[in-house]
């Protein structure tokens, strides 16, 4: 799991060296995640870049689930079929000010019954990282 900080200028990954390539991308061995924005405001849009490395041919599942600084916490199902995509949503206007948590799973289930993160058995690859929500201006 990478354990993300990230300070008002720089984002710091605890991750090998050569698995950095960018300031805003994590990676894991199947799955990369780039975001679109580090800061973002409530109503606005926030985007992940996905890349996931094998996909063998088949569907898998994109579990998203967001927490928010006033404790509010977003699930969502995707699915991908390429090993390009993109999720954006919308960051809800009672999402508080502060640093919001992501985690991205992938898992090869495409049955659609996920309503929490699926046993560690059946994940292909999990990436998590941290983005900051300010005040409207």
């Not at 927490?67 to 991908?80: D, F, M, N, Q």
């Amino acid at each position: 799991m990478l354990w993300l900080l990230l300070s008002a200028t720089s984002l710091v990954a605890s991750v090998p060296e050569q698995s950095r390539a960018s300031a805003l991308t994590y990676s894991v061995p199947q799955l990369a995640v780039s975001l679109l924005r580090g800061s973002v405001a409530p109503g606005a849009t926030q985007t992940l870049d996905i890349r996931i490395d094998k996909l063998d041919g088949r569907r898998t599942s994109l579990i998203l689930v967001v927490t928010y600084p006033s404790g509010k916490i977003a699930r969502s199902l995707h699915y991908v079929e390429s090993r390009q995509g993109a999720i954006t949503w919308t960051i809800p206007d009672d999402a508080g000010v502060g640093e919001a948590a992501f985690r991205l799973v992938a898992d090869g289930c495409t049955c659609g019954e996920h309503n929490t993160i699926p046993k560690q058995d059946a994940v292909d690859g999990t990436v998590a990282g941290v983005f900051v929500i300010g005040a409207l201006p």
